[in-house]
């Protein structure tokens, strides 16, 4: 029987392209073995587990509106829902003495900008969800002081992945560090633990188990802009960079196990891969577009999904 696998990516602004390519699996009525997502894509997935408009979800909480407007109000007011700045705190560190030079820059310069705002309910039915799942579900932290990702896992991923992979629980606590984004500070890091996106921006290594492999990259695998030509362009494309770099490296190992698997070189039964199948971001974004969700980036994944999958693409956009 064939098994079937599909990597979500968590990334900035963009958690609406794995929300189109859930949409569509939605609307075949196609569910896969396996789910491994990353960072915001956790609670997309949650979210369409219990049946919810990952859309309107995504597209009602993030707001209409973008571009620098956007940033400015998120960099000044924060994130509904999500985070806030830390004003507070750090006028109150102010007060705290001897100021050594290490202390003064920690108050000028801090390393916490925001502190998450999620109902710790909230992120206990996250986890609660996950783990009642009848698909397999597997998504990632990261212990920055080791250096080392820790990949946690669903009772139905711990079966399908018995032996060939170590899985940690999913724990409300799990689900709290692998949203830590790195601007909410590394001391209040729940178990010392952060994001695993900033380790791997898509779990794909671990699923040569699987026949076929289905992955959703929410950034463009090359680069579709123009050069950088300010420090702003710049920014993006280190980001960009960090991001795309660990996935094409993940990306390129699946491709190589697929190459010795036709060559008759690689014949362990734990391999069984044989398609690996790319959705990435298609169009170009800047700098200030990780502040917002875009409508334009849920229909392109959404086409991309029901292609692969099997259904017209004139079912697409407008069909909601």
Not at 20 to 36: E, I, K, Q, S, Y
Not at 216 to 229: E, I, K, N, Q, T
Not at 268 to 294: N, V
Request: hydrophobic share 45%; aromatic share 10%; net charge negative.
């Amino acid at each position: 029987m064939e098994r079937r696998a599909v990597a979500l990516g968590g990334f900035g602004g963009f958690n609406l392209h794995g929300a189109g390519v859930l949409t569509a699996l939605g609307r075949l009525d196609v569910m896969p073995d396996l789910f491994t997502v990353t960072s915001g894509q956790i609670v997309v997935l949650a979210s369409w587990l219990r049946g919810e408009d990952v859309r309107s979800l995504l597209l009602n909480h993030k707001g209409a509106s973008g571009g620098l407007l956007q940033a400015w109000r998120t960099a000044m007011f924060g994130h509904s829902g999500v985070f806030r700045p830390t004003i507070q705190e750090h006028a109150r560190r102010w007060l705290d003495v001897p100021l050594s030079p290490d202390a003064m820059l920690e108050r000028l310069m801090p390393a916490r900008q925001y502190a998450p705002v999620r109902d710790p309910d909230t992120v206990a039915e996250v986890a609660r969800t996950l783990n009642e799942a009848e698909v397999g579900v597997v998504f990632n932290t990261y212990d920055f002081r080791a250096g080392e990702g820790i990949l946690h896992g669903n009772p139905a991923a711990k079966r399908l992945m018995a032996g060939e992979v170590g899985l940690e629980d999913i724990t409300a606590e799990a689900v709290e560090s692998a949203l830590w984004l790195y601007l909410y500070g590394f001391e209040e890091a729940p178990g010392g633990l952060i994001d695993g996106a900033y380790h791997r921006s898509v779990i794909l290594a671990e699923l040569h188990g699987f026949d076929e492999v289905t992955v959703a990259a929410p950034f463009p695998v090359s680069w579709l802009g123009p050069v950088p030509r300010n420090q702003l362009e710049v920014e993006n494309w280190k980001i960009r960079q960090w991001f795309a770099n660990s996935y094409k490296a993940e990306v390129a190992r699946l491709r190589r196990v697929i190459e010795l698997m036709e060559r008759g070189t690689l014949n362990d039964p734990a391999y069984r891969i044989r398609s690996l199948t790319e959705l990435p971001l298609r169009r170009h974004y800047g700098y200030f577009d990780y502040f917002t969700e875009k409508e334009e980036v849920f229909d392109d994944a959404l086409l991309q999904a029901l292609d692969r999958f099997g259904e017209p693409a004139r079912l697409c956009v407008g069909a909601e």
